[in-house]
Each structure stands twice: as C-alpha cells, then as structure tokens.
C-alpha cells in the first residue's frame, strides 16, 4: 500500500477515537462535569483533526474545523459562556464534524447544506452567541424642578481591562527529516501561522548544502514567522503540537516599542527569554535591550512567560527544562498493528490448543500417567497454551466504548425525530469484549436503542401527565457476568401494553385466544418472527418493531436477549453474549455414537438420574425430577436426527441447561467425556447452518465435533411437541 | 542551449530524489524548469530547487523556473522563497 495512504488510514484511525473524545468530553460538560482539562481536551481532539487534514489537503473539513475550533477557543479563554444552549450547539457541530470525516473517508466533502448551517450557527456564537439583546431603555427627560432638562449623553469611558492586544512574536522553526517523513509540511505549519495573524515570513537556507552533498530527503532549511495577533501564545503553540519532536521552535514575543509615558527601562524581555532558552542566565541578565532573539531551541520551549512579567522570569526559567505538562492522551504508549496479524496470531493458537490436545490425547494413549514426567510436562503445557490463548485473547480485546460512543448521536436524531426528550446515560463504556463480537452488537444495541426511544418513552406531555420528569432516561449498560457480556438497554418509559400485545398476537394467529400465558411469556412475544410491523403497532406502548431480527442476530452470535417489564415504569432489554467467538469452553459428550460439545456457559449441572425421578409425559415427552422441580427432558440424539428412540435418561447422563426459549431443561445424552476448551470453527463458513448447532470443532484426536446451540435445541423440541391448545393435554392422559 | 524539465504535478517527499536526479541530468547547461503542471510544492523539493539554482550560477548556467503554475507561485511566496528561486522580476537570474 502506498505509504501515504497507510498514514491517511491512520489519521482516519485517530480521527475516530478523537471523535469520540470529542463526544464524551461534550456529553460530560452537558452532565454538569466543570473540569476545564474537560474542554480542552475537547478543543485538542478539534484541533488535532483540523491539523491532520490539513496534511491531507482535505480542506472542506479544515475550514469547519476552524470555526468549530475557533468558538472552542472562546470557550476556554473565557470569551464565550459555556452555557447549555452552547453545549447543545457544540454536540450538533460534533455531528457534522464526523459527517465531514466520514465524507473525507470515503474521498468526498460534508454536506455543504448542513455545513453551512452549522457554520452560521457557530459564526453566532463567536460573535456573541444567537441571543437576542435586549432593546436599549428608553429615557425620559423631563425637566427637574428648576426647568433645567438635563439630556443623557454617552461618554467613552475607556476599559479598564483592555482585553486582548495585537502583539507581534516571532517563531522560528527548524523541521526535522521525521516531520517531511510522517507527511506532513513545513508549508502547512506556515500557513496555520498565517491562520492566526499577519505574517512575514523569512527563509532561514545558511544550511543548505551544496546540491552535490545535498540528501534530497534531509531537512536543512528553517523559517523565521514574525506573526501579529491578538491571540495568546497557546494557540501558536498549538500550531506545532502535530509535529512536537519533528521540529525545533522557539516562539518569542517581541517587546512593545516604549511609549511616552513609559520609557523602556528593563532589559529586553524577549532577548531575556530567547537568552533563558538558550541556557544563559547570565546572559539572560545583562541582555541589551535592542538584541533579538533569533536562537532555534533544540526543543520547544517549555515555559511560556507572562506578559511583560519581569518578576515571573526567575521562577521560568528555572523551570527551563522541564517537559511541558502532556496531554494525558500522550503518554499511553500504543502501537497499531494490523487486525490481520492478530487474527493470524489467534488462528495460530487456536491450532495450538488442537495441537496440544491431540498430542495429551496420544500420550495417555500410551499409558504414561498423569503423575509421569510426561504427564505433568503436558500439564505444563496446556497452562502455558491457555495462558498464551489468553494474552492473545486481551490483544483483540476492546473496550465496548467504541460502539457505545456512537449512540449519544443516534439518539439525538431520533429523539429529534420523534419529538422527545431523551438523556442517554451509559455504563461500563469500559468493559471489554473481543473484537469479533464488539464488529457485531452495534446493530442490535442500535435497535434497541430506537425500541426504547420510539416506543418505550412517552412523549413530553404525557410524561408529565404520568407525573414524570418530560425528559425520559434511556440507560446502556454493560458488563462481565459469568464468563460473558451483559448488554441491557433499558428506559423509564409507560412499559409493555400486555393485554395490547397478547390481542395482537391472537390477531396474528401467533397464539390461541385462550392460551395462558404469564407476564414473562407474553413479554416475549415481541420476539416472535411476525408479530408485528412498524406501521401497525407504532401507535401502542409497547415494542416489537424488527425484535425478531434482533434477536437472530444475537442468537447468530451464540448470545441470547430476554426483556423485562413493569407497566408504567419502563421495560428492559437484556442481552447476554460470549466474551469471544474464537474459543469456547465446552462439555465434551457422546450421543447415538456422535462426539458433541455443549457451551459450559450454558450448563448448569449434570446428574445421573435414578429410574424413579424420570417421567414419562404422553408418547414422547417426559420431564425429570430435580429438587421438587420437574424439568422438561430434551433427548439430544432424536432432536438432531442420529436416533428415531429417546436414550434411557437413567442409563446416560443428563445435562442441566438454562435457555432463554424454555427456560431449564435436561439434555439427554450418552456419556460424558469432560470438560475441555474448544476452538470455534464456523460452520456456516465451512459448511451451511445446521439447526441446532452452533460451530464445529477439531477434537484432540483430529475428529470434527459439532457444538451444540442449546436454546436452538431447547426451541426445536418445544415445537416437536404438541401445543398446549393442542390434544397434547389429551394424549397424555 | 537551454534544456526544458517539467516538473512533477507533486512535489513532495518522494519527488525530492527523482527530482534531483532529473537536474543531474541536465548539469553542466542551462535549464529551464516548467512549472506549469506544480500543484504541490514541499519544503524538500524546495530544497532542491534552491540547490540546484544556486550550483548552476556557480557553474556559469541559468537555471529559470518558467511557466509557472498559480498553486507554485503561491507555495513559493509562502516559503519566502521567491528571491531564492529567481521569481522575482529584479532579481531574475540572480543570487540572493
């Protein structure tokens, strides 16, 4: 690949992860948060995206950036009050600022409309803000009681804070081969310097080289800035941050030429400056007032002095020296690595796990026991493949911040849409999961996301009605519960309308008009394939649209959704998935002669139940006795079609499982091998989806072993079997 | 006799080599660089240019930059670069 178009994938990398500083930032001054590092950072991650476009040439996007940034800058001097209608403005400018680096990803520019909506938008705020000021008040004048009219006059009163002032600096800057190296120009740094005042621009060539002894690639000329400005000397700095280590400046105000009134008695304070960079206090102190600071600083200078702070000079420059106070971004050490590697890497170990399977497998072949040489290297060496699967597991590992920060905005659309009052609060931004499933939960936490704001929050006026807060509360959480991923979305809205949801499901022929159903079961029938349509139940409280497409896909990634709700008080989805789709710890079984794996996560116990405690339920069916409990029993082999006879649950072995379709059940099976971590190898890919199993994998001694989907199988013997408005009832008797 | 050399539409860090390399060629006689095409001038080709102007007047040889493009111009003027390349009209052909 072009080695520009590799940097180009890299600043659309940092782009993201600013974007999303850029949000959070944002969302935490809109929560309340006061930090001031809270809006810089959100000026840095602005600016930092302006400048990397500006490398680029992408200039619709540096044109907004700088405004975007300019009403930033404002903010943080003080300028302009962060108040909420600002930060609200500043949330909608963030949008379009990702709608630009979006456009400029894929090669093409924002949205010129939009754009310069917001523009204006933003040009109002810089110049004071879109409020309207109020109309002067009208005097009268009448005469006192002398019949003298005293008329009100304006007098100019001069300020007693002057505000900012033009001031001239000179910038000197050296780049370095590394600056023209990472593409980036020394043209570019000029024309931000430009960006900020009037400039003269001096090309500093004593360097160069002959052309003979000239290395085209090695940086030799330097330029001298003299910039007028009003701004302060952070935001000249911040013209230098991108290219910090890739080039020497040194930034030095100019002293003001002495008035009248006040004759130039100190030494020169930029020469004294330019004297401290250089190491010379003594010179420092003796310095001529006329000298010019002309001294190229092998780094950037790390104080910054006040204006014309003679005082503040000792205290400066025995500071000189120290590193300037980091953006605490910069000091994580990170490297990027192409995602194919660690795929590579993880396919890699997947194979070694197989590997070191099959080679225990052969070596107890051979009877040598666990408590041999042989036998506890090899324990050895699975602790060491589990840990080093592990290590390379937390490589792919990444926090679900990543897709949560994309939701504030959705939410701001649809609630903008549909005219409600939204305050998304999210928890756990920094629970990881493997990458391969973080690529697949955005989908379904968006729908969710749009369930829950379309349907499950009320309007304003009948929030208020209900005697709620008009703002409704939509929560996204996640978290690590029993070796997986817990998403839940949930609201404070008016909750599921069963009695709407149960007519419409007798409507749709889902289920009978006299079935009995509880809370939970009728809840779960806006899961159903059918049960609705967008169009015909957007009108009731509660759910529905696409959930049954929801939960195929998370059922599509081993995971399982289940939704919780209280009339009145809002409704609850949530959705449990595995930590990775890579690896799996499983219980090896048999049934009818085939070697099949169910999910650990999945079982609850397993049991050889006595004679006594099976039951035969009608033809087919049976139920097992479990602590007072009776528990549906699945026989795995007549489920999948290896057998046409149900095994004798009391001559194999039973496999408690909770599933989300039917709750607890018993799966029937053979024998039990035991416990082992398997590699998930997709069967889809390799092969074609197969009901009720989930993967494959390759056993220790080379074999393929399917891996089952438990809800899958729980679901495809609950149809088997006939329904309860069925003459199920009837031939059990 | 004036040899002609059009320059790259880019000038950037891998044009530096290139770029040189084409102005070797031409050593020892007087050239004239097209700029016409120049949409993007960096500092390591401007390097180079300067370089090179700068050996050939030693050497006795012009080195003119003509036509020029409007985004060249710009770049140079940027650079304060203009007296260094010879684009300015007095000091065309000298040295700065």
Same mark, same amino acid.
């Given at each position: +690949?072009?080695?520009?178009?590799?940097?180009?994938?890299?600043?659309?990398? =940092?782009?993201?992860?600013?974007?999303?500083?850029?949000?959070?930032?944002?969302?935490?001054?809109?929560?309340?948060?006061?930090?001031?590092?809270?809006?810089?950072?959100?000026?840095?991650?602005?600016?930092?995206?302006?400048?990397?476009?500006?490398?680029?040439?992408? =200039?619709?996007?540096?044109?907004?950036?700088?405004?975007?940034?300019?009403?930033?800058?404002?903010?943080?001097?003080?300028?302009?009050?962060?108040?909420?209608?600002?930060?609200?403005?500043?949330?909608?400018?963030?949008?379009?600022?990702?709608?630009?680096?979006?456009?400029?990803?894929?090669?093409?520019?924002?949205?010129?409309?939009?754009?310069?909506?917001?523009?204006?938008?933003?040009?109002?705020?810089?110049?004071?803000?879109?409020?309207?000021?109020?109309?002067?008040? =009208?005097?009268?004048?009448?005469?006192?009681?002398?019949?003298?009219?005293?008329?009100?006059?304006?007098?100019?009163?001069?300020?007693?804070?002057?505000?900012?002032?033009?001031?001239?600096?000179?910038?000197?800057?050296?780049?370095?081969?590394?600056?023209?190296?990472?593409?980036?120009?020394?043209?570019?740094?000029?024309?931000?310097?430009?960006?900020?005042?009037?400039?003269?621009?001096?090309?500093?060539?004593?360097?160069?080289?002959?052309?003979?002894?000239?290395?085209?690639?090695?940086?030799?000329?330097?330029?001298?800035?003299?910039?007028?400005?009003?701004?302060?000397?952070?935001?000249?700095?911040?013209?230098?941050?991108?290219?910090? /280590?890739?080039?020497?400046?040194?930034?030095?105000?100019?002293?003001?030429?002495?008035?009248?009134?006040?004759?130039?008695?100190?030494?020169?304070?930029?020469?004294?400056? $330019?004297?401290?960079?250089?190491?010379?206090?003594?010179?420092?102190?003796?310095?001529?007032?006329?000298?010019?600071?002309?001294?190229?600083?092998?780094?950037?200078?790390?104080?910054?002095?006040?204006?014309?702070?003679?005082?503040?000079?000792?205290?400066?420059?025995?500071?000189?020296?120290?590193?300037?106070?980091?953006? =605490?971004?910069?000091?994580?050490?990170?490297?990027?690595?192409?995602?194919?590697?660690?795929?590579?890497?993880?396919?890699?170990?997947?194979?070694?796990?197989?590997?070191?399977?099959?080679?225990?497998?052969?070596?107890?072949?051979?009877?040598?026991?666990?408590?041999?040489?042989?036998?506890?290297?090899?324990?050895?060496?699975?602790?060491?493949?589990?840990?080093?699967?592990?290590?390379? +597991?937390? %490589?792919?590992?990444?926090?679900?911040?990543?897709?949560?920060?994309?939701?504030?905005?959705?939410?701001?659309?649809?609630?903008?849409?549909?005219?409600?009052?939204?305050?998304?609060?999210?928890?756990?931004?920094?629970?990881?999961?493997?990458?391969?499933?973080?690529?697949?939960?955005?989908?379904?936490?968006?729908?969710?996301?749009?369930?829950?704001?379309?349907?499950?929050?009320?309007?304003?006026?009948?929030?208020?009605?209900? /005697?709620?807060?008009?703002?409704?509360?939509?929560?996204?959480?996640?978290?690590?519960?029993?070796?997986?991923?817990?998403?839940?979305?949930?609201?404070?809205?008016?909750?599921?309308?069963?009695?709407?949801?149960?007519?419409?499901?007798?409507?749709?022929?889902?289920?009978?008009?006299?079935?009995?159903?509880?809370?939970?079961?009728?809840?779960?029938?806006?899961?159903?394939?059918?049960?609705?349509?967008?169009?015909?139940?957007?009108?009731?409280?509660?759910?529905?649209?696409?959930?049954?497409?929801?939960?195929?896909?998370?059922?599509?990634?081993?995971?399982?959704?289940?939704?919780?709700?209280?009339?009145?008080?809002?409704?609850?989805?949530?959705?449990?998935?595995?930590?990775?789709?890579?690896?799996?710890? /499983?219980?090896?079984?048999?049934?009818?002669?085939?070697?099949?794996?169910?999910?650990?996560?999945?079982?609850?116990?397993?049991?050889?139940?006595?004679?006594?405690?099976?039951?035969?339920?009608?033809?087919?069916?049976?139920?097992?006795?479990?602590?007072?409990?009776?528990?549906?029993?699945?026989?795995?082999?007549?489920?999948?079609?290896?057998?046409?006879?149900?095994?004798?649950? $009391?001559?194999?072995?039973?496999?408690?499982?909770?599933?989300?379709?039917?709750?607890?059940?018993?799966?029937?099976?053979?024998?039990?091998?035991?416990?082992?971590?398997?590699?998930?190898?997709?069967?889809?890919?390799?092969?074609?989806?197969?009901?009720?199993?989930?993967?494959?994998?390759?056993?220790?001694?080379?074999?393929?072993?399917?891996?089952?989907?438990?809800? *899958?199988?729980?679901?495809?013997?609950?149809?088997?079997?006939?329904?309860?408005?069925?003459?199920?009832?009837?031939?059990?008797? | 006799?004036?040899?002609?050399?059009?320059?790259?539409?880019?000038?950037?860090?891998?044009?530096?080599?290139?770029?040189?390399?084409?102005?070797?060629?031409?050593?020892?006689?007087?050239?004239?660089?097209?700029?016409?095409?120049?949409?993007?001038?960096?500092?390591?080709?401007?390097?180079?240019?300067?370089?090179?102007?700068?050996?050939?007047?030693?050497?006795?040889?012009?080195?003119? %930059?003509?036509?020029?493009?409007?985004?060249?111009?710009?770049?140079?003027?940027?650079?304060? *670069?203009?007296?260094?390349?010879?684009?300015?009209?007095?000091?065309?052909?000298?040295?700065?």
């Amino acid at each position: +690949m072009d080695e520009l178009e590799e940097i180009k994938i890299t600043f659309f990398q =940092e782009c993201d992860e600013l974007l999303g500083d850029l949000e959070s930032g944002l969302l935490s001054i809109d929560a309340g948060a006061t930090d001031p590092e809270l809006i810089n950072a959100v000026f840095r991650a602005v600016h930092s995206i302006k400048g990397g476009a500006g490398a680029f040439g992408l =200039e619709a996007l540096v044109r907004y950036a700088h405004v975007f940034e300019t009403l930033l800058d404002n903010v943080r001097g003080g300028k302009t009050d962060l108040r909420s209608e600002l930060v609200k403005a500043l949330l909608r400018a963030a949008d379009v600022l990702a709608d630009h680096v979006a456009a400029a990803k894929q090669g093409g520019e924002g949205d010129a409309v939009s754009t310069a909506a917001m523009v204006e938008e933003l040009e109002a705020w810089i110049s004071g803000g879109p409020v309207p000021t109020a109309p002067a008040e =009208e005097v009268n004048i009448e005469p006192n009681e002398d019949g003298i009219v005293f008329t009100p006059i304006k007098l100019s009163i001069p300020e007693v804070d002057e505000g900012p002032k033009e001031q001239a600096w000179t910038i000197t800057f050296q780049p370095m081969d590394e600056l023209y190296s990472k593409a980036n120009e020394a043209g570019l740094l000029i024309r931000e310097i430009e960006r900020l005042g009037k400039i003269e621009v001096e090309l500093l060539d004593d360097a160069l080289p002959t052309f003979d002894s000239l290395d085209p690639e090695t940086a030799h000329f330097a330029w001298k800035v003299r910039l007028r400005t009003e701004v302060p000397e952070e935001r000249i700095r911040e013209v230098f941050e991108f290219v910090e /280590g890739h080039c020497s400046t040194t930034i030095v105000r100019e002293a003001p030429a002495p008035t009248a009134t006040e004759p130039a008695a100190g030494p020169d304070i930029a020469a004294i400056i $330019a004297a401290a960079q250089a190491g010379d206090a003594q010179a420092a102190a003796n310095s001529a007032p006329s000298e010019e600071a002309t001294a190229i600083a092998p780094e950037p200078p790390a104080a910054s002095l006040p204006a014309a702070a003679v005082p503040a000079l000792a205290e400066s420059m025995s500071s000189r020296g120290a590193p300037p106070p980091a953006p =605490e971004k910069g000091n994580q050490a990170t490297i990027r690595v192409d995602p194919e590697r660690i795929d590579k890497l993880i396919d890699l170990v997947g194979e070694l796990v197989i590997n070191q399977a099959m080679l225990a497998q052969r070596v107890s072949g051979h009877g040598f026991a666990a408590s041999s040489d042989v036998g506890r290297g090899l324990d050895e060496l699975e602790q060491l493949t589990r840990d080093i699967q592990d290590s390379v +597991m937390a %490589i792919r590992a990444q926090p679900v911040k990543s897709v949560f920060q994309r939701m504030p905005r959705l939410v701001r659309e649809i609630a903008g849409q549909t005219g409600k009052q939204v305050r998304l609060v999210t928890e756990g931004e920094g629970t990881e999961v493997d990458k391969t499933v973080i690529e697949r939960i955005s989908e379904p936490i968006t729908h969710m996301l749009r369930n829950a704001i379309d349907h499950g929050l009320e309007t304003p006026e009948e929030r208020i009605e209900a /005697g709620k807060p008009a703002e409704g509360t939509v929560r996204l959480a996640a978290l690590h519960r029993g070796g997986r991923i817990v998403i839940e979305v949930g609201d404070d809205g008016k909750g599921i309308n069963r009695p709407r949801v149960r007519q419409l499901a007798i409507d749709r022929g889902l289920i009978s008009a006299d079935a009995q159903l509880t809370d939970e079961e009728v809840d779960n029938l806006i899961f159903l394939p059918g049960f609705s349509t967008a169009a015909k139940i957007s009108d009731i409280s509660g759910r529905g649209v696409g959930m049954d497409v929801v939960r195929k896909s998370v059922q599509g990634l081993g995971g399982r959704i289940s939704i919780s709700s209280k009339p009145g008080l809002g409704s609850m989805f949530t959705l449990s998935l595995p930590l990775t789709l890579a690896v799996l710890d /499983g219980m090896v079984i048999d049934v009818a002669g085939q070697t099949l794996v169910v999910p650990l996560t999945a079982i609850v116990e397993s049991l050889r139940p006595t004679p006594t405690e099976v039951k035969k339920v009608g033809a087919q069916g049976g139920v097992l006795a479990v602590r007072d409990a009776y528990v549906p029993l699945v026989d795995i082999g007549r489920v999948l079609g290896f057998q046409t006879v149900d095994t004798n649950p $009391a001559e194999g072995v039973v496999l408690l499982v909770d599933s989300e379709v039917g709750g607890r059940a018993a799966l029937v099976a053979d024998s039990i091998h035991g416990q082992r971590q398997v590699v998930i190898k997709s069967l889809e890919s390799n092969y074609q989806q197969v009901p009720g199993i989930a993967a494959a994998t390759i056993l220790g001694d080379g074999r393929v072993a399917l891996i089952l989907d438990v809800d *899958a199988l729980v679901a495809m013997r609950r149809r088997e079997l006939p329904r309860a408005d069925e003459p199920f009832i009837e031939a059990a008797e | 006799m004036t040899n002609t050399l059009c320059l790259d539409p880019v000038l950037d860090l891998k044009a530096a080599h290139p770029l040189k390399a084409a102005l070797n060629e031409h050593r020892g006689s007087s050239v004239q660089l097209d700029a016409s095409q120049v949409a993007r001038l960096g500092g390591l080709c401007l390097q180079v240019l300067v370089a090179a102007r700068r050996a050939w007047s030693e050497e006795g040889h012009d080195l003119t %930059i003509e036509p020029r493009s409007a985004a060249f111009s710009t770049a140079a003027a940027l650079f304060a *670069a203009e007296a260094h390349l010879g684009l300015n009209a007095e000091n065309d052909g000298a040295i700065p």
